[in-house]
């Protein structure tokens, strides 16, 4: 039964991000988010392509190894591009990049490295190509939620205050890349596939929840009343 749920929390997420794209393009959000567009766009056609494999098969493990690396990049673009809007906003776009290469990137690299080296040796199996890729996303996932996370720490006491349009796109931003490194982490520890199923559906409806939150936020009217840009066109 909770597989099944969780078949249908794909689908729905599948639509959802279909319908995010297609905002992106009507609503020209896409002008200001065009890494994170294409993040994405990217997952919406990876989505497509695995839609209806057996995802314990060797054709969707091929697949979707294959394709991580194109999410790769466009994740940490996205990531990277939320970063400089925020900085851009603050008027101090020299700050992110001393702040960038000197604390952010050496701790995140640090920390990633060390969650994603602490995961049991005697729980992975597969092909070392399927590994190799699972431990890359969790490595990358764990960078980027480190540098969102530090930047929302960090704005707390700085001014100016940012706009709230890019406050609550860094909020979602940030649950949806961790929610991947949580589920990963999970999968790997828990050996009750019951609870592994569990875990796997509530991070299927999370990230369905984010799109959905994207979806109303960028509306235009969502965007006036959160205080958005007015250059956007």
Same mark, same amino acid.
């Given at each position: ?23 992106? =393009? ?30 314990? $098969? ?15 990049? =466009? ?26 290469? @000197? ?7 640090? =920390? /990633?490295?060390?969650? @994603? ?8 199996? $597969? ?7 699972? /431990? ?9 939620? =480190? ?32 929610? @991947? ?53």
């Amino acid at each position: 039964m909770l597989h099944h749920s969780t078949d249908v929390a794909r689908y729905l997420e599948l639509l959802a991000r279909a319908i995010l794209v297609a905002c992106a =393009f009507r609503w020209k959000f896409m002008n200001q988010y065009r890494w994170f567009t294409c993040f994405i766009s990217a997952e919406l056609i990876r989505s497509c392509i695995l839609l209806g494999l057996n995802d314990h $098969g060797p054709l969707y493990a091929g697949i979707w190894s294959l394709t991580q690396p194109v999410l790769w990049i =466009f994740q940490i673009g996205a990531v990277f591009e939320l970063l400089f809007l925020i900085y851009k906003q603050k008027q101090f776009p020299g700050r992110l990049t001393r702040q960038l290469f @000197t604390y952010y990137l050496p701790f995140a690299l640090a =920390f /990633s490295a060390v969650v @994603t080296l602490y995961e049991p040796i005697d729980t992975a199996k $597969g092909p070392w190509w399927l590994l190799t890729s699972v /431990s890359v996303t969790k490595w990358l996932a764990w960078i980027c939620l =480190f540098l969102l996370l530090a930047q929302d720490v960090l704005d707390v006491n700085d001014t100016p205050r940012l706009q709230q349009e890019l406050v609550i796109h860094r909020r979602l931003l940030t649950l949806y890349v961790g929610l @991947t490194p949580g589920l990963m982490g999970i999968l790997a520890l828990l050996q009750d596939r019951r609870v592994a199923e569990i875990a796997s559906f509530c991070s299927e409806i999370s990230w369905l929840l984010c799109l959905i939150f994207w979806i109303v936020f960028f509306r235009p009217s969502g965007l006036n009343k959160a205080g958005a840009y007015s250059t956007r066109t």
